[in-house]
T-cell receptor
Framework: KAGVTQTPRYLIKTRGQQVTLSCSPISGHRSVSWYQQTPGQGLQFLFEYFSETQRNKGNFPGRFSGRQFSNSRSEMNVSTLELGDSALYLC??????????????FGQGTRLTVV | GQSLEQPSEVTAVEGAIVQINCTYQTSGFYGLSWYQQHDGGAPTFLSYNALDGLEETGRFSSFLSRSDSYGYLLLQELQMKDSASYFCAGHSGGYQKVTFGTGTKLQVIP
């Protein structure tokens, strides 16, 4: 069974540009969550999607957006990039409803560097 | 809002036992998970507590006390490979809204 796949693994962008990151969840998983990880702020929740609908949202500005497709694949977009957006962006998939387990499976992440 | 606090660093000796604490303040709380993350790697799930008490999975155990808004991860028979960061994560709401703790970097020394 393939794990969670995130592409690209590394990305370098310039301030002001926009970026789209992709996440393919484990087959059969319908919930996809996105997190930003930085040394100073730790793991911060961005948003969670289920059945193409955003169910939960963290405290990030509107420049951060996402969507989920009918095959459960998800993308997140960051517009007007700022230096502070440099981080590891992690995607996690899980079954939903929890079905007795809340285990989330994380991808290897996309390392975004804004210069 | 939600917050989960953990000690930032813990050092323990190989073969020993270490406890990593997590205190939380969260509304609509319904469970606590623990994740391990090695440097450069992705977080991996260790355990989940929905009810008060101890859950044991091999060398790792996790405890939850809802009345105290407190949980801990217990690692026994420490091995060098256990050196990693450990995160508690609070689940809230009716969906998969997960708030991660500040993380504890565990260093296992010979």
């Amino acid at each position: 069974k393939a794990g969670v796949t995130q592409t690209p693994r590394y990305l370098i962008k310039t301030r002001g540009q926009q970026v789209t990151l992709s996440c393919s969840p484990i087959s059969g998983h319908r919930s996809v969550s996105w997190y930003q990880q930085t040394p100073g702020q730790g793991l911060q929740f961005l948003f969670e999607y289920f059945s193409e609908t955003q169910r939960n949202k963290g405290n990030f500005p509107g420049r951060f957006s996402g969507r989920q497709f009918s095959n459960s694949r998800s993308e997140m977009n960051v517009s007007t990039l700022e230096l502070g957006d440099s981080a590891l962006y992690l995607c996690a998939s899980s079954q939903w409803p929890a079905q007795g387990s809340t285990e989330a499976f994380f991808g290897q992440g996309t390392r975004l560097t804004v210069v | 809002g939600q917050s989960l606090e953990q000690p930032s660093e813990v050092t323990a000796v190989e073969g020993a036992i270490v406890q990593i604490n997590c205190t939380y303040q969260t509304s609509g709380f319904y469970g606590l998970s623990w994740y391990q993350q090695h440097d450069g790697g992705a977080p991996t799930f260790l355990s989940y507590n929905a009810l008060d008490g101890l859950e044991e999975t091999g060398r790792f155990s996790s405890f939850l006390s809802r009345s105290d808004s407190y949980g801990y991860l217990l690692l026994q028979e420490l091995q060098m490979k256990d050196s990693a960061s450990y995160f508690c994560a609070g689940h809230s709401g009716g969906y998969q809204k997960v708030t991660f703790g500040t993380g504890t970097k565990l260093q296992v020394i010979p």
